[in-house]
């Protein structure tokens, strides 16, 4: 059974970059669409984009060239930067592969 | 970005009610919509893909159709644990968009 833990800090300090690493365990991350989707608290998901196996990615232009995904498949992991966060980027981060396995979730604050 | 309108945001319901939550897309996306369900302090839960290809493990009182703009997830008599909250998204248009949630309560 495939499973997803986004690990990270919890709290990001305004203007600094939030960085994300999504395990993978109990399969290969090769062949695979990762997915970012994020959920600030009380709000609806947002879809923040994916990183295919081989490195291809699709960004949310919402996101205006802020994020970066890699996957590092020695270590069967996908990683999230978020450049210049403000308040805006509080939020539980979900890694998703396909969008069938999730991950738990990780709670990043933005907050000096 | 293609805009996908949930409806309604909230629905009070009772065990054993059949239920429906629609999503309007604001454009042609064909059948490239899942629906999704959380619960608090959870990860969301696919259950539907494709409009109305179930997830594996999902409970057949569980069904999605639709096709083109207009969706609808339907629960055929419900449980005491579908109360939740649930939402669709669209995957034939980058980026894809989410619905903007419907919380299912108990009357």
């Known amino acids: 059974q495939v499973q997803l833990q986004e690990s990270g800090p919890g709290l990001v300090k305004p203007s600094e970059t939030l960085s994300l690493t999504c395990t993978v365990s109990g399969d290969s991350i090769s062949a695979y669409y990762w997915n970012w989707i994020r959920q600030p608290p009380g709000k609806g998901l947002e879809w923040l984009g994916y990183i295919y196996s081989t490195g291809r990615t699709n960004y949310n232009p919402s996101l205006q060239s802020r994020v970066t995904f890699s996957v590092d498949t020695s270590k069967n992991q996908v990683s999230l930067k978020l450049t210049s966060v403000t308040a805006a980027d509080t939020a539980v981060y979900y890694c998703?592969?396909?969008?069938?396995?999730w991950g738990q979730g990780t709670l990043v604050t933005v907050s000096s | 970005d293609i805009q996908v309108t949930q409806s309604p945001s909230s629905l009070s319901a009772s065990v054993g009610d059949r239920v429906t939550i629609t999503c309007r897309a604001s454009?042609?996306?064909?059948?490239?919509l899942g629906w999704f369900q959380q619960k608090p302090g959870k990860a969301p839960k696919r259950l539907i893909h494709s409009t109305s290809i179930l997830q594996s493990g999902v409970p057949s009182r569980f069904s999605g159709s639709g096709s083109g703009t207009e969706f609808t997830l339907t629960i055929s008599s419900l449980q005491p644990e579908d109360f939740a909250t649930y939402y669709c998204?669209?995957?034939?248009?980058?980026?894809?968009?989410f619905g903007q949630g419907t919380k299912l309560e108990i009357k």
């Open positions: 998703t592969r396909e969008l069938q396995y």
């Open positions: 454009q042609d996306i064909r059948n490239d």
């Open positions: 998204l669209q995957h034939r248009t980058f980026p894809y968009t």
